[in-house]
């Protein structure tokens, strides 16, 4: 069981938005900063937001996260097929010296 | 172009040992922070050790600690993980990442294809 919560599995109409949350505590998420993966079936993980809501050249402004106290969010809007795929949250750990994942959330686009 | 390209994977039997390599190209190696994130069949990501690029200090998870040794050749443009002791929990896919700076992990901005480790007898 993963020290970041996840939802499992989330689902959404394609063009319609969904918010994955991110849930932790004040050793990780409440005092460093959240990054968002996506991993496509069969691909290496690629980072989608960092430093809570930044993102990387190329990625395209339906992507967007948020943090609020001890839990963060990414939103995805105008969700196409393509978009199908698992998330992860990740953030340091000031207890654990290391790097913590979700438990990682499978997106459904219907 | 980024590029990182693991290597060494394989099977092994529980209580061997293996080392992992990851040739990089493309950035300035030695001026960032590199990490080794695996994931077992069907499950998440775990990230299992990390390398500064300045200090070259390390960091483990718990599960590997005094098993596995991270280190790097920055002449090389290379990346090691020396796995010892190995268990059949430690069955993953392993990939090599680079942070977007010297001390950062988190920050995963390029990542290898990854290399499967299988350890059974």
């Known amino acids: 069981q993963s020290v970041l919560t996840q939802p499992p599995s989330v689902s959404a109409a394609p063009g319609q938005k969904v918010t994955i949350s991110c849930s932790g505590s004040s050793s990780n998420i409440g005092n460093n900063y959240v990054s968002w993966y996506q991993q496509l079936p069969g691909t290496a993980p690629k980072l989608l937001i960092y430093d809570n809501n930044k993102r990387p050249s190329g990625i395209p402004d339906r992507f967007s996260g948020s943090k609020s106290g001890t839990s963060a969010s990414l939103g995805i809007t105008g969700l196409q097929t393509g978009d199908e795929a698992d998330y992860y949250c990740?953030?340091?750990?000031?207890?654990?010296?290391?790097?913590?994942f979700g438990g990682g959330t499978k997106l459904t686009v219907l | 172009e980024v590029q990182l390209l693991e290597s060494g994977g394989g099977l092994v039997q529980p209580g061997g040992s293996l080392r992992l390599s990851c040739a990089a190209s493309g950035f300035t190696f030695s001026s960032y922070a590199m990490s080794w994130v695996r994931q077992a069949p069907g499950k998440g990501l775990e990230w299992v050790s990390g390398v500064r690029g300045s200090d070259t200090r390390t960091y483990y998870a718990d599960s590997v600690k005094g098993r596995f040794t991270i280190s790097r050749d920055n002449s090389k443009n290379t990346l090691y993980l020396q796995m010892n002791s190995l268990r059949a929990e430690d069955t993953a896919v392993y990939y090599c990442?680079?942070?977007?700076?010297?001390?950062?992990?988190?920050?995963?901005?390029?990542w290898g294809q990854g290399t499967l480790v299988t350890v059974s007898s």
């Open positions: 990442a680079k942070g977007d700076g010297a001390g950062r992990f988190n920050e995963a901005d390029y």
């Open positions: 990740g953030t340091w750990d000031s207890s654990l010296s290391a790097v913590l």
